[in-house]
């Protein structure tokens, strides 16, 4: 069978909703979708927990996104996590763009993490250049946007981890530049 990213979002799902929620108090609920269009995974996610995420009439784009969670607190108040996937030997900033392009889109979505389904044994999990950058504290991981012409206001954060198949999950240290960088401060932006 040929392995691509698909093939791991369910086995990455099971096991990044079960670190998480030894972070989060046991009356959170977390619910996953993959590999759908945003508009028929928030369709999903909502089916899953009963909950609505998005009022009547909201605009949901037709984004062909990877994997969603959505993380329900004590209240009923749900954030979503987007997942940009990748199954390379080693991250881009050209995969990165790609993550903050949805967000971008997605707008109320304001959790982003690029996932590296790790092929191979690379020392590096990112690239030269996207290394380079992380190092200079040049990468963008809080962003704010203002859309000015249409009077709206919006901000996410970004972060990046590394599965190995069949073994854990691991983040990419961004702290420096305000990247989410553990699944502790994770559940801590979470719980807000």
Same mark, same amino acid.
């Given at each position: 069978?040929?392995?691509?990213?698909? $093939?791991?979002? %369910? %086995?990455?799902?099971?096991?990044? $909703?079960?670190? *998480? $929620?030894?972070? *989060?108090?046991?009356?959170?609920?977390?619910?996953?979708?993959?590999?759908?269009?945003? /508009?028929?995974?928030?369709? @999903? *996610?909502?089916?899953? $927990?009963?909950?609505?995420? =998005?009022?009547?009439?909201?605009?949901?784009?037709?984004?062909?996104? /990877?994997?969603?969670f959505s993380i329900i607190n004590p209240d009923k108040k749900v954030r979503l996590i987007l997942i940009e996937a990748k199954y390379l030997s080693q991250l881009s900033l050209k995969d990165y763009?790609?993550?903050?392009?949805?967000?971008?889109?997605?707008?109320t979505i304001d959790l982003g993490l690029l996932l590296l389904i790790q092929k191979g044994m690379s020392p590096n999990k990112l690239s030269n250049d996207f290394q380079e950058i992380v190092r200079? =504290?040049? *990468?963008?991981? /809080?962003?704010?946007? @203002?859309? =000015? =012409?249409?009077?709206?206001?919006?901000?996410?954060?970004?972060?990046?981890?590394?599965?190995?198949?069949?073994?854990?999950? /691991?983040?990419? @240290?961004?702290?420096?530049?305000?990247?989410?960088?553990?699944?502790? %401060?994770?559940?801590?932006?979470?719980?807000?």
């Amino acid at each position: 069978m040929i392995q691509n990213e698909i $093939s791991y979002y %369910e %086995e990455f799902s099971k096991k990044f $909703s079960q670190y *998480l $929620s030894t972070y *989060l108090r046991e009356n959170y609920s977390i619910f996953y979708s993959c590999n759908k269009t945003l /508009d028929f995974i928030v369709s @999903d *996610l909502e089916n899953q $927990s009963g909950i609505t995420i =998005k009022e009547e009439g909201t605009y949901i784009p037709k984004l062909k996104v /990877d994997i969603v969670f959505s993380i329900i607190n004590p209240d009923k108040k749900v954030r979503l996590i987007l997942i940009e996937a990748k199954y390379l030997s080693q991250l881009s900033l050209k995969d990165y763009s790609q993550l903050v392009g949805y967000l971008q889109v997605a707008k109320t979505i304001d959790l982003g993490l690029l996932l590296l389904i790790q092929k191979g044994m690379s020392p590096n999990k990112l690239s030269n250049d996207f290394q380079e950058i992380v190092r200079l =504290k040049k *990468l963008p991981m /809080d962003w704010f946007i @203002d859309m =000015k =012409k249409i009077n709206e206001q919006y901000n996410f954060k970004t972060g990046i981890i590394n599965y190995l198949p069949a073994g854990g999950i /691991d983040w990419i @240290d961004t702290a420096d530049i305000n990247g989410i960088s553990s699944f502790e %401060e994770l559940a801590e932006i979470l719980k807000m």
